[in-house]
Nanobody
Framework: QVQLEESGGGLVPAGGSLRLSCAAS????????LGWFRQTPGKEREFVAGISGIGLTFYTESVQGRFTISRDNAKSTLYLQMNSLKPEDTDVYYC?????????????????WGQGTQVTVSS
């Protein structure tokens, strides 16, 4: 069983930056795909960024060019660098482990989640 713990959220003004971290513990493997999702209460969890087991990255269109996902397998940690933040990026951000080495844009393909970290962007 793998446990995930997100950190790095906070309150920033529009245009600011944050870096989220997701630390994995337990029976970790470096070959699985990983992803970041976000969720507003009452809405479905939506895909933000993913990275495959071999480091290929992919993003939802609204964050392309502003967010960067990366992983440090030696530290069992996933990152999300968020630049040029907008008020619409306000959400709770979750990291997840994909069942596939390729990663996925679908939340249904993830079987482990952290508890989330709040990101609030003020206008």
């Amino acid at each position: 069983q793998v446990q995930l713990e997100e950190s790095g959220g906070g309150l920033v003004p529009a245009g600011g930056s944050l870096r989220l971290s997701c630390a994995a513990s337990g029976r970790t493997r470096s070959t699985y795909g990983l992803g970041w999702f976000r969720q507003t209460p009452g809405k479905e969890r939506e895909f933000v960024a993913g990275i495959s087991g071999i480091g290929l990255t992919f993003y939802t269109e609204s964050v392309q060019g502003r967010f960067t996902i990366s992983r440090d397998n030696a530290k069992s940690t996933l990152y999300l660098q968020m630049n040029s933040l907008k008020p619409e990026d306000t959400d709770v951000y979750y990291c997840g482990i994909s069942r596939s080495i390729l990663g996925s844009r679908s939340r249904n393909d993830y079987n482990s989640w952290g508890q989330g970290t709040q990101v609030t962007v003020s206008s």
